[in-house]
């Protein structure tokens, strides 16, 4: 993991993630952030590769997020 920014990451895969396999990436916050958030991905593949049937961004907000 790559650390761009004090808020943003970069995961790179070093191997190929096989068909029908899914990735996983888990982040903590704290209990006492009290102001609105988004947790977004975005994904890329490398030039000349294909994918089918995968999500390539997804967000996450604090108004979708009950403790």
């Known amino acids: 993991m ?5 808020t943003s990451r970069l995961i790179v895969l070093t191997a190929g993630l096989p068909a029908g396999m899914t990735m996983t990436i888990s982040t903590t916050l704290s209990t006492s952030i009290t ?3 988004t947790l977004r ?11 089918s049937g995968g999500t390539s961004q997804s967000s996450f907000t604090s108004l979708t997020c009950r403790a």
């Open 41 to 51: 991905a975005d994904t890329s593949l490398p030039e000349g590769y294909v994918a």
């Open 35 to 37: 102001a609105p958030w």
């Open 2 to 6: 790559n650390y761009l920014t004090e």
